[in-house]
């Protein structure tokens, strides 16, 4: 039965390119796998993934190993893992050189890298762009910010030896578009991410020339150049399926044809309709990392930060939070959701459909065993996870006294909500009303109601996660996990409500 279990979540990593190794690995203890027709050139990689046929015999305690016309030598020189850097582990050229000494010390990796824009250089160009509205195009090349990204950028190219050349078209265009911006006094949401894409543009030219410079052949990649494709939601942007085989197909067919570490900028990507840049949400080159793991279908997905993992808490709130040793992807996505911002919220996504390991580690401590999120843990030991804590959570009331009695009626409430699109955090119902968190990043969630039976506030929402552990009832090993959330304490402030008449009418026609 576990050998049933194990092998269907298999067989979705076996969607990607190079999911041999990784099964030869983890699998073959139990099962026998032939593959027939799988063809690894990337090129006819997207027709190759629909002719391959997959034949599987799961015979007790056999063990065998995956038959595929590709040669042991091919399988031998795949790309194993992602590695994330973020912002955090790139601050200056002194990281930088730290971080490509931190990769080539797995000597037995081949990494695709992801990174981050250095240090906050997200935050100063969004700022330099907020600025530029009303500063007035003569006024714009003394923006303090864009003069700081300009310094922090040649000064790392100049100090890790890398022409700036590599970036001096970057900075050029970076100052005209805060020029468009002053001459529109706008700053639009599509405007937003093409601004704050030039951080991670930057960053991966750079840090790709360091590594070539010192003898570590590299190759730049922009995310939106090689299928990232995403949903037109500038700030905000989905992943859509339709990136996972492009992605392939760009970085295992380059890889193929010509080995390079592929550096990869993390964060963005290309709405399908607008064909403009997009950016995945703050934080969002985790995701970035993810997506890449699932597509190629890499043994372990590594994501550094400047902290020993996951930890109980916010250090920044609490100093002596501790690392979490195991988490779950369901743990980690909800960790990450309910506001702990060491990862991005929807990055657990893509690898637990790949089943495909995180770890979180301290770029700045690497002997630390950090974090390691996998579909299942061993939940007996586990009593409190962690503590985080959101800000801004849009909590609505809905009370009617039709309710009472009633069938359908939170059908009917929750239709709305799918009508228009906005999702729902956290529920808890009586007899005579609903209570709901919505997430705070999405906009709509700012501009709701305020009115009689219906309000919202802004709340903070403190989340306890742990796990109850049911040892009485159930055969021993035999546990339920349960989730719980606690409202415990709410920082009301009044709250801005402009364009939400739709829901409002909505609800009201119910209620
Ligand atoms: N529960 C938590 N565990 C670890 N770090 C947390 C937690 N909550 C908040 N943080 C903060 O998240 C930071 C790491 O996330 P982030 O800044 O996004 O890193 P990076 O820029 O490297 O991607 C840490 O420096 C820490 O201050
Ligand atoms: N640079 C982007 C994307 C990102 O993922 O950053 P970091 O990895 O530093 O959190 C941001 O600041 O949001």
Same mark, same amino acid.
């Given at each position: 039965?576990?050998?049933?279990?194990?092998?269907?979540?298999?067989?979705?990593?076996?969607?990607?390119? #190079?999911?041999?190794?990784?099964?030869?690995?983890?699998?073959?203890?139990?099962?026998?796998?032939?593959? #027939?027709?799988?063809?690894?050139?990337?090129?006819?990689?997207?027709?190759?993934?629909?002719?391959?046929?997959?034949?599987?015999? $799961?015979?007790?305690?056999?063990?065998?190993? %995956?038959?595929?016309?590709?040669?042991?030598?091919?399988?031998?020189?795949?790309?194993? $893992?992602?590695?994330?850097?973020?912002?955090?582990?790139?601050?200056?050229?002194?990281?930088?050189?730290?971080?490509?000494?931190?990769?080539?010390?797995?000597?037995?990796?081949?990494?695709?890298?992801?990174?981050?824009?250095?240090?906050?250089?997200?935050?100063?160009?969004?700022?330099?762009?907020?600025?530029?509205?009303?500063?007035?195009?003569?006024?714009?090349?003394?923006?303090?910010?864009?003069?700081?990204?300009?310094?922090?950028?040649?000064?790392?190219?100049?100090?890790?030896?890398?022409?700036?050349?590599?970036?001096?078209?970057?900075?050029? =265009?970076?100052?005209?578009? %805060?020029?468009?911006?002053?001459?529109?006094?706008?700053?639009?949401?599509?405007?937003?991410?093409?601004?704050?894409?030039?951080? =991670?543009?930057?960053?991966?030219?750079?840090?790709?020339?360091?590594?070539?410079?010192?003898?570590?052949?590299?190759?730049? !990649?922009?995310?939106?150049?090689?299928?990232?494709?995403?949903?037109?939601?500038?700030?905000?942007?989905?992943?859509?399926?339709?990136?996972?085989?492009?992605?392939?197909?760009?970085?295992?067919?380059?890889?193929?044809?010509?080995?390079?570490?592929?550096?990869?900028?993390?964060?963005?990507?290309?709405?399908?309709?607008? $064909?403009?840049?997009?950016?995945?949400?703050?934080?969002?080159?985790?995701?970035?990392?993810?997506?890449?793991?699932?597509?190629?279908?890499?043994?372990?997905?590594?994501?550094?930060?400047?902290?020993?993992?996951?930890?109980?808490?916010?250090?920044?709130? @609490?100093?002596?939070?501790?690392? #979490?040793? !195991?988490?779950?992807?369901?743990?980690?996505?909800?960790?990450?959701?309910?506001?702990?911002?060491?990862?991005?919220?929807?990055?657990?996504?893509?690898?637990? =459909?790949?089943?495909?390991?995180?770890?979180?580690?301290?770029?700045?401590?690497?002997?630390?065993?950090?974090?390691?999120?996998?579909?299942?843990?061993?939940?007996?030991?586990?009593?409190?996870?962690?503590?985080?804590?959101?800000?801004?959570?849009?909590?609505?009331?809905?009370?009617?006294?039709?309710?009472?009695?009633?069938?359908?009626? %939170?059908?009917?409430?929750?239709?709305?909500?799918?009508?228009?699109?906005?999702?729902?955090?956290?529920?808890?119902?009586?007899?005579?009303?609903?209570?709901?968190?919505?997430?705070?990043?999405?906009?709509?969630?700012?501009?709701?109601?305020?009115?009689?039976?219906?309000?919202?506030?802004?709340?903070?929402?403190?989340?306890?996660?742990?796990?109850?552990? @049911?040892?009485?009832?159930?055969?021993?090993?035999?546990?339920?996990?349960?989730?719980?959330?606690?409202?415990?304490?709410?920082?009301?402030?009044?709250?801005?409500?402009?364009?939400?008449?739709?829901?409002?009418?909505?609800?009201?026609?119910?209620?």
């Amino acid at each position: 039965m576990a050998n049933t279990l194990h092998f269907s979540a298999t067989l979705q990593a076996a969607a990607s390119p #190079v999911f041999s190794k990784r099964m030869n690995k983890m699998h073959c203890q139990s099962l026998r796998v032939q593959m #027939v027709n799988y063809n690894s050139e990337a090129t006819n990689l997207a027709l190759s993934r629909s002719n391959r046929v997959l034949k599987v015999s $799961c015979e007790a305690a056999r063990v065998d190993v %995956l038959e595929m016309n590709k040669t042991d030598n091919q399988a031998e020189t795949q790309l194993t $893992c992602v590695m994330k850097f973020g912002g955090s582990s790139l601050a200056s050229a002194e990281r930088m050189r730290e971080v490509a000494e931190l990769i080539l010390s797995f000597r037995n990796e081949r990494p695709v890298i992801v990174l981050s824009a250095m240090g906050k250089t997200t935050n100063k160009l969004l700022l330099a762009g907020e600025k530029a509205v009303s500063c007035g195009v003569t006024n714009v090349d003394s923006i303090e910010e864009l003069n700081i990204i300009k310094e922090l950028h040649l000064q790392t190219a100049k100090e890790l030896g890398v022409d700036e050349s590599v970036i001096a078209k970057h900075l050029e =265009e970076l100052e005209q578009l %805060l020029k468009g911006i002053a001459m529109m006094k706008e700053l639009t949401p599509r405007t937003k991410d093409y601004l704050a894409s030039f951080g =991670e543009c930057m960053s991966t030219r750079i840090f790709s020339a360091y590594m070539n410079k010192i003898g570590a052949k590299a190759r730049q !990649y922009d995310a939106f150049k090689i299928g990232f494709i995403t949903t037109d939601d500038f700030t905000n942007a989905d992943i859509l399926e339709a990136t996972y085989p492009a992605v392939a197909q760009s970085l295992h067919g380059d890889w193929i044809r010509d080995p390079a570490i592929p550096i990869v900028t993390g964060f963005l990507g290309k709405g399908w309709r607008s $064909c403009a840049i997009t950016t995945l949400g703050r934080g969002g080159s985790d995701l970035t990392a993810t997506t890449i793991g699932k597509a190629l279908g890499l043994r372990e997905i590594q994501v550094w930060k400047d902290v020993d993992g996951v930890l109980t808490c916010d250090p920044n709130i @609490y100093p002596h939070a501790e690392p #979490v040793p !195991y988490l779950t992807f369901d743990e980690a996505a909800e960790l990450a959701y309910f506001g702990a911002q060491v990862l991005h919220p929807q990055s657990m996504r893509p690898a637990r =459909e790949g089943d495909i390991p995180v770890r979180v580690k301290n770029s700045y401590n690497s002997n630390a065993p950090g974090t390691l999120i996998t579909r299942t843990r061993d939940m007996s030991k586990a009593v409190l996870t962690s503590i985080v804590l959101k800000r801004n959570v849009t909590m609505l009331d809905i009370v009617s006294t039709r309710m009472l009695g009633q069938f359908g009626f %939170l059908a009917k409430v929750f239709s709305i909500f799918e009508d228009l699109g906005i999702s729902v955090d956290v529920v808890a119902t009586s007899e005579v009303s609903i209570s709901l968190t919505l997430d705070p990043s999405k906009l709509w969630s700012r501009d709701l109601i305020q009115q009689a039976s219906v309000w919202h506030l802004l709340f903070v929402m403190i989340c306890i996660f742990y796990s109850l552990y @049911y040892g009485i009832y159930f055969p021993a090993g035999y546990f339920i996990n349960v989730y719980f959330w606690h409202l415990i304490s709410s920082v009301n402030v009044p709250s801005f409500n402009r364009n939400s008449t739709m829901l409002w009418k909505s609800l009201r026609k119910l209620l």
